[in-house]
């Protein structure tokens, strides 16, 4: 929906699009950006659930043309407030998550059962999941690195715990 790069996609473009497209889609995910794009869209330094605007607009593009296809967005949507948000300021229909499922896969019980501040946030870093992804790597995560690593690895209790401090 926003390709982020030189001459890219105009607006109109992207509109005209999601209107062909909804004549034959159930449903419509608006990605933004390219890899090859030098605009950040899902790093740390990208305020959460920053694109959202542009599957807005293109949502009310549709609507007005008395389209009701549902729309996906996604971005740096990583905690549940701030998607139930997304969803209640009418930016879209659905939220698309990856990476915040490697770094809590429990993040979606978490949330059902009203434990959002227990849930691993992922801080949109990209050093074991996308860099990893990238140079032919298998896929993790650093702030759970038994992410994709489940059938390999077992997380067992020390027979003889100790307390640590971390400084």
Known sequence: MLDLVPNGSTREEVFQFAEEVSKTADIISTGIGWHEARVPTIVTSVPRANFTWVTKKTRDHLRSKGINTPLITTNRINHPSVAESVLQDGHADLISMARPFLSDPDFVNKAAAGKAD????CIGCNQACLDHTFNM?????LLN?????ETTRSVTVSPSPKKVAVV
Not at 137 to 141: A, D, I, P, Q
Not at 145 to 149: G, N, V
């Open 145 to 149: 690195p038994i992410a994709c690593h």
């Open 137 to 141: 790597k298998l896929t993790s995560c």
């Open 118 to 121: 227990e849930i691993n946030v």
